[in-house]
């Protein structure tokens, strides 16, 4: 039985962000193991053609509500961020920086809380800035990593594979070579991790 669950995530959805905060009780209930995998959603979205919700009116309207079902059911602190879309390439190269380090843990709650339960403008270098230290992280530190070629580059290298992988949007999950769209499949999800696909007859 896989009890490997692959999450590939950009800071910029709030759904993966209500994923973030329910995966630990699935993964705990499973005796699984999570594995964040960094990707930039806005280069998914230009190699594969999608496009955010956001982007279509009525789409927007119910994935919006929609959302909020999951937020008031599992207690989320949430709020819909006022400055969305934000540009989260900047977020997304710390993302491949703090994994380097040993701080992603840290870093990714830091910035999605920032994100999604304070609405912060995160596409702002000083609100980034003061969200990192808060978490006590170095700014100045995360900032030039940054900048450095190699991260931009493994930035890349990580949304290619995940488009090779047939992911077209966020949050996506995988168990073994089954993939999930969206933070509204965890129940699939779990049942996945526990043995059942339900992709034939005989589950």
Request: a positive charge; charged letters at 25%.
């Amino acid at each position: 039985m896989n009890k490997l669950l692959e999450f590939y995530f950009d800071y910029g959805s709030p759904n993966a962000y209500i994923a973030h905060v329910r995966l630990p009780e699935i993964v705990k209930r499973c005796g699984a193991r999570l594995e964040y995998k960094i990707m930039l959603l806005g280069g998914v979205f230009q190699a594969t053609g999608n496009v955010s919700p956001a982007a279509l009116k009525f789409k927007a309207q119910y994935t919006r509500r929609d959302m909020m079902r999951f937020v008031n059911k599992y207690r989320i602190p949430f709020q819909f961020n006022p400055h969305f879309p934000v540009n989260t390439l900047k977020l997304m190269r710390g993302a491949v920086a703090a994994e380097a380090d040993g701080t992603f843990a840290r870093y990714t709650d830091a910035v999605f809380r920032g994100m999604w339960a304070e609405g912060l403008n995160m596409g702002e270098d000083a609100v980034f800035a003061e969200v990192l230290s808060r978490a006590g992280l170095d700014a100045k530190h995360v900032f030039a990593r940054i900048g450095e070629d190699s991260v931009k580059e493994k930035l890349k290298t990580y949304t290619q594979a995940a488009v090779a992988r047939g992911v077209y949007g966020a949050p996506t999950f995988f168990v073994g070579d089954e993939m999930f769209f969206g933070q509204d499949r965890l129940e699939w999800v779990e049942e996945a991790l526990n043995g059942r696909s339900y992709l034939s007859a005989a589950n």
